[in-house]
């Protein structure tokens, strides 16, 4: 070997890594890269997912990978439903093939590290939630229970688990409108203060005509499906049930415990409903809209609940009213909001101006899903 062929060998120091694209709670740093010391065939990296999250989730479409466990325990969710969970720990290896949906819990009390070597310098990450979910979806899966986690997706104080008890004895539980948070998060609000909120409402389109002609029996099944189906969707993008009305729901988003993407965790909850109600033999209509509202303990004497009162809330309750079967309507804010959500997935979105009802003339977009079907009246 000529002298003039030795090639440098290159140490790259913690702070000299790069910062990749992320899935949700999860993030990616590349190590070994083209970028930091222009490697050509190989790529290694870190992925962090911090305690009682998980990631969204994914599937990567250029590349294979192949995965080291160096700190922290959870599990593994693959399969095209999401059905097959693989506990991991400390020493496993695992390995992603190209266009194989998975998404990872951290279950532990500190986060948990992967080492990454895969073979392509970039990724590409698709989100695995709607279009690209199996075609065909029985209904016990994983979708119609929410993934429960160890601990708050907030706060990540364990709520679940053998170490749950301790939690208990300082009065922590699941929070009720949300079984992935914690109600101490609900008291993060002391009585009730003004806060920029996310609201959606989702409604069973064609549901009062139905009752005049349909059995109290198969009513109750249309509902309990529509219920079953939405709420783990719900609680998995951060969001709070704070009503449930007849045929339909009502969902805070940003209350009690804040996030900075609450107009695009409604968004991508609703795009998410839209497609797991696809085979339904009903249609949903669903309107978000985001603004500044009154939040908190709202209530006379003993009959006290957590919720949102003010124009958000009632203008969303309008813009339902006005989704067809399979459309999302979104208010000014949240569609402002959204819209790098709307130009990235590529949706078929239509701004207008249309009459709200007490409200007067109002732009807003109306998103057509693929689940989209002749609205009833």
Known sequence: MNEGDVREIAVVKRDQVTQGESSGAMTRQGAISADTVGSEGI?????????GMRSTSHYHTNCESSLYVSSGQGRFLSGARLDRTSPIEPGDFIFVPPNAPHAVANDGDVDLVFIVARSAQRELVEEYDQEHQATEKPRDTPFSSPLLLDRCKTCHV???????GLSRLRGIRPYGKNPQLCNRCEKRIHGAEDRVVTVLFADIRGYTERTAHTANEALLRTLRRFFNEASP?????YGVVDQFLG???VVLFNVPAPRTTHSEDAMKAALAIQERLRDAPFGVGIGIETGMALAGHIGVGQAVDFTCVGEPVNLAARLQAI???GEIVLGPTAARKCAELIEIRALTAAPEVTEVKGLGPMHVVRITTPTARPRVA
């Open 43 to 51: 790529f290694m990296g870190l992925s962090r997912l911090p305690p």
């Open 233 to 237: 969707i719900v609680y998995d993008h």
């Open 158 to 164: 364990v709520i679940r688990g053998p170490l749950a």
């Open 323 to 325: 989704a067809g079967p």
């Open 247 to 249: 045929d339909g729901m």
